[in-house]
């Protein structure tokens, strides 16, 4: 099983961008990775997944084309890069680990991140 840290978040203005990382221990490249965020008051949401040799990418259609998901197998790390932040896309967001080559729903990923705090205002 692999263990992760999520880094990188922080207040950031409208339009701006941020990066977060999330670095994760053990054998990594056996894993399907993603991003999910949390709002205040809201349930959990997919943001984006990248399969485990990082040829395929799924995002959420309301950060489509803003959002970048990659991944660093030597690194043991997954990055997701946000430009053209909104209000909206305030949230906590959240790294996991999934033992498949793709996953894109909550429940198929057993091992998740402490969650790293983006806010953006206007």
């Known amino acids: 099983q692999v263990q992760l840290v999520e880094s990188g978040g922080g207040l950031v203005q409208a339009g701006g961008s941020l990066r977060l990382s999330c670095a994760a221990s053990?054998?990594?490249?056996?894993?399907?990775m993603g991003w999910f965020r949390q709002a205040l008051g809201k349930e959990r949401e997919f943001v984006a997944a990248?399969?485990?040799?990082?040829?395929?990418?799924y995002y959420a259609d309301s950060v489509k084309g803003r959002f970048t998901i990659s991944r660093d197998n030597f690194k043991n790390t997954v990055y997701l890069q946000m430009n053209s932040l909104k209000p909206e896309d305030t949230a906590v967001y959240y790294c996991?680990?999934?033992?498949?080559?793709?996953?894109?729903?909550?429940?198929?990923?057993?091992?998740w991140g402490q969650g790293t705090q983006v806010t953006v205002f206007s």
């Open positions: 053990g054998s990594f490249s056996r894993y399907a």
């Open positions: 996991a680990a999934a033992p498949l080559i793709i996953a894109t729903r909550d429940h198929e990923y057993d091992t």
């Open positions: 990248i399969s485990r040799i990082g040829g395929n990418t």
